[in-house]
């Protein structure tokens, strides 16, 4: 189960932070991986932490503003949003995978397996 929170409404230029508790993966995960989707918009990956050696990718978009890190203990992933633009107002979902996962893959909707509900993230001008 994956639980995500910390959406809200927030000016250009300020920051969020977005937290994704993955509850009851008793095999584990292979990579939790954040995605979002913008009104009229298809849903695209924004970031995803891969477990096993904690390697991290970004779509071009938000390279140098958000920031994935995890916590193993809480079982939480985060994704700290800085500088906040108008465009990345959307829902924004977590994703956690089961399978092998390459780098390449990691921001593929394809390669996750199960869905948390999303939290809106609005930023006004």
Known sequence: QLQASGGGLVQAGGSLRLSCLASGFTLGYTAIGWFRQAP???REGVSSIRNRD???KYDESVKGRFTISRDNAKNT?????NSLKPEDTA???CAASRSGIISSSMLNSY???YWGQGTLVTVSR
């Open 40 to 42: 009229g918009k298809e």
């Open 54 to 56: 904690g390697s991290t």
């Open 111 to 113: 390669s996750y397996n």
């Open 91 to 93: 829902v924004y979902f």
């Open 77 to 81: 992933v985060y994704l700290q949003m």
